[in-house]
């Protein structure tokens, strides 16, 4: 196969169907998706699987409950993580009780923030005398807890069998589980995982929802653009449900209850819409028949999850964002495009490649040419229900965002006239096609891969994506910067640094115009 | 944003390299009429056989000079080289901090004697390869992944590369300018504060590795300096090779030799690599930053890898911090506190010269003295007694049963020999990955003891926080008898004023 492959390749061009991942598609009896892709160079499997939902599917109030989820899931089953599962319930029970009183208290004291009678909801000083007993009450049944539980039993297991790089993550649009076994433990995954699915046990709820919030502070709250990148998107989305951050809002995180999750559970991760995958070392007909064993015993869901139905609106003015922040003066723009698997989603992958890399347009035009920026870049986005287009640049000192925003219109206005020559697109899709054999070098990234198609709505773009790039012609290109990119259809942050420029740069030399390019 | 736009939020991390193996069928023999059990201990595995590589099958020793890995694998067209050079950043001359690094970037960006800059990027674009190179601190290497039908093309680029470099005008102007802009930010993140300062008291403010470029010597840094490290370095002399892919072993021997062959100028062999680091006195250290979560580090003094405490350390370490959920540190301070989101320790052995201990987490500021005295009451109590015999056997088997995936790519392969050969632990230790597993069960629970004992010592700890210095000191009033200068002996708090971005100087406020 392969060989036939390079004997092809000796022809100068690359093969336009370069490399195909051999994937089977199959669904178990309670309609759970099983994709599978045997690859017999390393005794692993990495499994793992795809639930449906995302912080799109959430609500204002509930905003960061499907990655909270993603985090209990971690939590074991009736049979792992405690030595007393009928106390263990009885103890969540009673916590669950305690929590609702809680919940009164917090009601109280958002009447009272609303007044400005308190600054803020989280200082410990400012909670009820009553919410404080409570939270001692509730800490005395954790104490409880602990005496039956078996901390973290769930990734003990795993590790405890060679299982290695167990994660999760949520996006938007779906949340996923991993982990690569090695090949003869292929049977305890399926346990493991279908378990979780079968009966979860949401146990140390409320702990883990601390630790979200430490998660919210560590990448949004205290790095230099979270806050900032947070907020240009919330002004972006305008009626896609996009504009609240996966995370979720610092309000509603500490006020999701285990009720709200259990529900959420019911819901989403019904085996009709989740996707289990399978890459590695095994066999494709065994692995069928034991996986229908383990999940096939999940029941179906009584409802199906429910379309998003809401379309983002036609924007119909140009955005801002002005902020100033602990960075380098910059400029990031964002235009609406189309979500995933829609027809101009190639012709707008090929635009990325076109405007960005060392040999693209921005680069020569805004960071060798006019030299008005350090860094650029570009990038295309589809999502499950939408999609967008973002470019952007740091300014070289002395220079302002707005020089650099306006290059990129300049960069963007040259493709609206004119069509990309042939070889610059050959070079482009060349790039492309190498990276078809590139992806393949290994377990793991052929599953994230499965994983990101399946979840943002057709897995078989794995293989189908490639053509379709390789068939994106100059004049499609030219079609899609006229379509997409106006005035009216785009957001602007333009980012200034705080207190002006670095603290001890006051001395810094004006910029000095480097030599011109000694080329071309 | 730079990066990416969307937002993806991974569960864990801390999440280790992925590691990855190679075939050994496991004919599973599942018996699907059998009761699924109610706990995993009651499924049946069947056995899994792995033999690491072996270092000799790859090893040539070029006539041209460089010792060469060379791992075939013919599943796709790809080839993939890089060349490790003996050179570093310890190396960089005292005014010109950076010449180091801007050559070491340069060397593939800024264009060949026949090709200037533009023309090697358009080429090597259009053929979709992959050139990179760059100096680290103690290492420089250029690599190269291209579709093997280009090969020789490649190979005929990457040798101009490596001996004439055009070191172009406008690209040094270009990435000088990058670097000051990195500079500028210097003080932005408090993760990127607390990594500089970690350095600052684990090895001392006058050891090699905490000499940062700054905008004066970055702006003294001419192409002529360049060229000079780059001649003197550069040379087969202090060359180890790795290449995997699509050809065959004895036609990429002969490649390799034309590749280093008749080098056009003689470099030096390098000094040895300087290896006195000072550890700073036990206390608290603070830089205060305006964010509402403090980052602390709490470090002790390290060992390096040829230790023969190393494998017992490497266990302790994962049972105390190091083992993601398993470990005691991550069960304290996340899960049952919810006090962090990322929690652990490490405890490298160092290749060169003794690294540190180091457990780290995040947490708000009014919670930064509690998670704190949680952490070093795991470290105190960890040599009070022995571990259990479960965590032992976790441990163990986590490192036993993943071992295969140091290998699991033929890239990692080459790699990982190539490593071993420039760092030396080959010629020291040839049969080191062999006996990995068996040096790693062979550590008994009183061998954890030891070391714990030996290296976690409370009195030398180090402590660094950044973050809001006014609301962590406040504490908690759930746990109002923690208080941070009681956490060490001491009682000591040191105020860390930061540094000037642009010389790196101290500012006072």
């Given at each position: 196969?392969?060989?036939l ?57 509930i905003t ?33 009780r ?48 602990r ?6 039993e ?14 999760a ?5 779906m ?51 979270g806050?900032?990148?947070e ?18 809002w ?14 959420f ?50 924007q ?26 829609h ?29 008005l ?86 897995w ?56 011109k390019?000694?080329?071309? | 944003?730079?990066?990416h ?9 801390l ?11 496991a ?21 899994l ?26 599943e ?25 690094d ?6 593939a ?22 050139l990179?190179?760059?100096v ?9 992944n ?9 190979l005929?680029?990457l ?13 040094i102007?270009?990435?000088?300018d ?34 940062y470029?700054?905008?004066?010597s ?23 090779v ?7 072993r004895d036609?990429m021997?002969?490649?390799?030799e ?25 206390g ?13 580090g ?20 994962d ?5 993601g ?54 470290i ?14 976790v ?6 049963d ?39 069960d ?14 976690l ?35 000591r ?17």
């Amino acid at each position: 196969m392969r060989r036939l492959l390079s004997a092809l390749l000796i022809a100068g061009t690359l093969p336009l169907f370069a490399q195909r991942v051999p994937v089977q598609e199959k669904y178990l009896s309670n309609g759970m998706r099983l994709l599978l892709v045997q690859r017999k160079d390393e005794p692993t499997v990495s499994g793992g699987w795809v639930a449906h939902v995302g912080a799109s599917n959430e609500r204002p109030g509930i905003t960061g409950i499907a990655h909270l989820f993603e985090h209990m899931m971690f939590k074991g089953t009736p049979t792992i993580g405690t030595k007393d599962y009928d106390k263990d319930v009885k103890i969540i029970a009673e916590q669950e009780r305690v929590r609702g009183e809680m919940r009164q208290e917090e009601k109280k004291m958002r009447a009272a923030f609303r007044k400005g009678e308190i600054d803020d909801m989280l200082k410990p000083e400012n909670t009820t005398a009553r919410w404080r007993e409570l939270e001692k009450e509730f800490a005395e049944l954790v104490k409880q807890q602990r005496e039956v539980q078996v901390k973290n039993e769930f990734d003990k297991v795993y590790t405890g069998n060679g299982g290695s790089g167990m994660n999760a993550f949520t996006s938007e649009d779906m949340t996923a589980y991993f982990i690569t076994v090695p090949a003869n433990k292929l049977e305890l995954w399926m346990w493991m995982e279908s378990e979780r699915l079968l009966h979860p046990v949401f146990r140390e709820f409320y702990a883990e929802r601390d630790v979200v919030f430490e998660e919210r502070r560590m990448r949004t709250d205290s790095t230099p653009l979270g806050k900032f990148a947070e907020e240009f998107e919330a002004m972006f989305w305008t009626s896609t449900p996009y504009h609240w951050p996966v995370v979720g809002w610092p309000s509603d995180i500490p006020s999701i209850s285990k009720a709200q999750a259990d529900e959420f559970y019911s819901l989403y991760y019904a085996p009709q819409n989740l996707t289990a995958i399978l890459v590695g070392d095994f066999e494709p007909e065994e692995a069928t028949k034991v996986a229908e064993k383990y999940f096939g015993r999940i029941p179906r869901g009584k409802k199906d999850a429910p379309d998003v139905v809401t379309l983002e609106m036609k924007q119909e003015a140009e955005k801002r964002m002005y902020a100033e922040a602990e960075t380098n003066p910059q400029v990031d723009i964002v235009w609406h495009t189309v979500p995933f698997g829609h027809k101009d989603s190639y012709a707008l992958h090929v635009l990325g490649q076109i405007l960005s890399t060392r040999t693209g347009r921005l680069y020569k035009g805004l960071i060798m040419g006019k030299q008005l920026a350090t860094e650029t870049w570009a990038q295309t986005d589809h999502r499950k229900w939408a999609g967008l287009f973002n470019a952007g640049g740091e300014a070289k000192d002395g220079h302002t965002p707005e020089e650099v925003e306006q290059a990129i219109y300049t960069e963007l206005d040259k493709m609206k006239k004119d069509e990309v020559p042939a070889e610059e697109l050959q070079k482009v899709k060349n790039n492309f096609a190498a990276g078809e054999y590139r992806k393949l070098s290994s377990n793991f990234p052929i599953l994230h891969q499965l994983i990101q198609n399946d979840g943002d709505g057709d897995w078989s773009e794995i293989n189908d994506a490639a053509p379709k790039i390789q068939a994106v012609t100059a004049a499609d290109v030219k079609r899609i910067v006229n379509q997409y990119f106006t005035k009216e259809n785009r957001a602007v942050a333009v980012y200034t640094r705080k207190g002006g420029k670095a603290a001890a740069d006051k001395n810094a030399a004006p910029a000095k115009t480097a030599p011109k390019s000694s080329t071309k | 944003m730079k990066n990416h736009f969307r937002c993806f939020i991974p569960l864990l991390a801390l999440a280790g390299a992925v590691l990855s193996s190679f075939s050994v069928t496991a004919a599973d023999s599942t018996s699907l009429t059998a009761e699924i059990p109610n706990r995993p201990e009651k499924l049946k595995f069947p056995p899994l056989q792995y033999d690491p590589p072996n270092p000799r099958d790859y090893r040539v020793q070029l006539k041209s000079g460089p010792i060469a890995y060379v791992v075939p694998d013919r599943e796709l067209p790809l080839v993939n080289i890089s060349v490790y050079v003996r050179t570093g950043e310890y190396l960089d001359v005292k005014g010109k901090e950076g010449v180091a690094d801007l050559t070491g970037t340069l060397l593939a960006r800024g264009g060949t004697k026949s090709l200037t800059a533009e023309q090697l990027e358009e080429k090597l674009a259009f053929l979709a390869a992959q050139l990179g190179s760059a100096v680290g601190e103690t290492q420089g290497s250029i690599s190269l992944n291209l579709l093997s039908k280009d090969l020789d093309e490649g190979l005929a680029i990457l040798r101009e590369v490596m001996t004439e470099p055009r070191f172009q005008e406008d690209k040094i102007a270009l990435f000088k300018d990058q670097e000051l802009q990195a500079m500028r930010q210097r003080n932005d993140d408090s993760s990127s504060i607390e990594s500089r300062e970690r350095a600052f008291l684990a090895f001392g403010e006058d050891f090699w590795a905490n000499q940062y470029d700054t905008e004066a010597s970055i702006k003294s840094v001419t192409r002529e300096d360049m060229q000079k490290f780059h001649q003197r370095w550069f040379h087969p002399d202090n060359f180890i090779v790795a290449v995997n892919g699509d050809f065959e072993r004895d036609e990429m021997i002969a490649k390799l030799e034309k590749l280093f062959g008749k080098w056009p100028f003689k470099g030096d062999k390098p000094p040895a690599i300087p290896t006195k680091t000072k550890f700073a006195e036990p206390g608290i250290y603070i830089v205060d930053k305006e964010v509402n979560q403090g980052r602390v580090g709490i470090m002790l003094p390290g060992i390096k890898r040829d230790n023969p405490d190393y494998f017992a350390v490497t266990i302790m370490n994962d049972i105390l911090g190091g083992g993601g959920f398993t470990s005691r540190i991550m069960n304290k301070v996340r899960s049952d506190e919810g006090l962090a989101y990322s929690a652990g320790s490490s405890f490298p052995g160092g290749v060169y010269y003794p690294l540190t201990f180091t457990a780290a987490f995040q947490s708000k500021s009014r919670t930064v003295p509690y998670a704190t005295s949680i952490v070093l009451e795991q470290i105190k109590d960890f040599f009070k007694e022995a571990v259990s015999d479960e965590e032992m056997h976790v441990s163990k088997r986590s490192f036993i049963d993943r071992f295969p995936r140091v290998f699991s790519t033929k890239s990692q392969v080459a790699a990982r020999f190539a490593d071993d050969e420039f760092t030396g632990r080959f010629a020291k230790d040839p049969d080191y990955w062999k006996e990995y597993r068996t040096r790693l069960d062979a550590v008994t629970k009183e061998d954890v003891l030891r070391v714990a004992k030996k290296y976690l010592t409370p009195d030398k700890v180090v402590i660094l926080i950044v973050g809001q210095k006014d609301e962590i000191l406040k504490g908690h009033p759930n746990h109002a008898a923690v208080t941070l200068d009681g956490l060490v002996p001491t009682h000591r708090i040191i105020d860390v004023p930061l540094r000037d971005p642009m010389t790196m100087k101290p500012m006072t406020k």
